[in-house]
């Protein structure tokens, strides 16, 4: 490997949460001061102070929430909370492998909610008296719904010829963009596997571990698929990170992955590419404390590597922590303008002039020294208005 991956700009330039804080308090105390009404309110600002706005009847007491290719419906009624998610209609074949597979998903995936047949749908339910909604229980219950109900939906379409009771509200990338995540795709598969024949070739299963993880993550942070491709690049991820099995066999596993991912054509990938609203965010909020305890026993390394002008470990380590950063939080905008203001300046360059870039940003996140320094956040913040226009002309009611 004789230079770093090349960086692209993701096609999403924030991915900030909307998390409020302030306002998961004010739910808190108002349900142990029994203002359970008040109590809800404030839970649904905590994830979004929009959605009372855009998906809610005008006493709050009935709303309809995209997550995905779902939407929930919450009713407040009689003292009780009712929660309801259409799933799927059973197809005329293989609706048996089908209902095994969701009675798997009630008793392994669901603890509170459950998939409720009724007359050849099904639909996720759950209710309880309205001294029940803790917040925190609460946002388990909308949690396990929204996650369950986005992931199988996809998987059991495409296995068993399911259909979907709600089609999702979904703005497609336009074809501009979907030329571009295309090639960036390519580009990144190739990279991947370029290194890992190298690194393969001197039996250095780490290093194509590494870069081969990087990749995924990588291309998670970029593309920002949907659908099955999100599913199938989540489940390469986590059978990469699997310690059961020996390391050049995970390799292997990983790089037929990106093999498949290669292959796949331009038309079939575009089906996977689209924007979407969510109701529970999918990745946690991240806190510049938490990026630091993850990264201090890496950045230890990294300082003694460059030290000692190990500049291959650098550059594999900074660059995977900082697209594992993006794939598992939804990341602030100052860190996210300090990263990719260095990624872009080390993109492609040899590894001595890369490392020293790499590990001052990292020093620097290290330091919680986040001044945005990079001239391209003009452009980046362009992408993201356009974008907000354009969602918010699809999504208003």
């Not at 929430?65 to 909370?81: A, D, F, R, T, Y």
């Not at 992931?151 to 495409?158: L, M, Q």
């Not at 949907?226 to 790089?255: C, F, M, T, W």
Request: net charge negative.
């Amino acid at each position: 490997m004789r230079q770093t991956l090349t960086f692209n700009l993701s096609t999403i330039s924030s991915t900030a949460s909307k998390i409020n804080i302030d306002a998961w308090d004010e739910s808190v105390n108002a349900f142990d001061n029994q203002k359970y009404y008040k109590s809800f309110e404030e839970f649904l600002n905590y994830l979004n102070p929009e959605f009372r706005r855009k998906y809610g009847n005008s006493d709050g007491t009935e709303y309809s929430i995209p997550h995905g290719s779902i939407v929930v419906n919450i009713k407040l009624e009689n003292e009780h909370l009712k929660i309801t998610a259409p799933f799927l209609s059973l197809p005329e074949k293989n609706a048996m492998p089908l209902l095994r597979q969701v009675s798997g998903l009630n008793f392994n995936n669901l603890n509170l909610a459950q998939v409720i047949l009724k007359d050849d749908k099904l639909n996720f339910e759950y209710s309880c008296p309205v001294e029940l909604i803790n917040p925190w229980k609460i946002y388990y219950v909308f949690d396990e719904i929204c996650f369950t109900g986005d992931k199988y939906d996809d998987e059991f379409v495409t296995k068993f010829g399911a259909e979907r009771i709600y089609e999702p509200k979904i703005t497609p990338y336009d074809a501009k963009t979907i030329d571009t995540v295309y090639d960036v795709i390519q580009l990144s598969c190739k990279e991947c596997l370029d290194n890992v024949k190298i690194f393969e070739t001197d039996r250095k299963y780490g290093n194509a571990w590494n870069i081969i993880a990087t990749t995924l993550y990588k291309i998670s942070y970029y593309a920002h698929p949907q659908g099955q491709l999100l599913n199938d690049l989540s489940k390469a991820v986590y059978e990469h990170d699997r310690e059961d099995i020996p390391l050049p066999e995970i390799v292997a596993r990983g790089k037929e992955f990106i093999q498949k991912l290669q292959a796949i054509p331009k038309e079939k990938l575009a089906e996977d590419l689209y924007y979407v609203e969510t109701f529970i965010p999918p990745k946690r909020r991240s806190s510049l404390e938490n990026i630091q305890q993850n990264f201090q026993k890496t950045y230890e390394n990294v300082s003694s590597a460059l030290q000692a002008e190990d500049y291959l470990y650098v550059c594999l380590m900074v660059t995977y922590k900082f697209y594992e950063m993006y794939y598992y939080n939804n990341l602030q905008d100052d860190v996210n303008a300090l990263v990719i203001n260095a990624m872009q300046r080390a993109s492609a360059q040899p590894l001595n002039v890369a490392a020293p870039i790499l590990h001052e940003a990292m020093s620097k996140i290290m330091e919680g020294d986040l001044a945005i320094v990079s001239d391209f956040m003009d452009y980046a913040n362009q992408i993201s208005e356009g974008i907000k226009k354009m969602m918010t002309s699809f999504f208003k009611k």
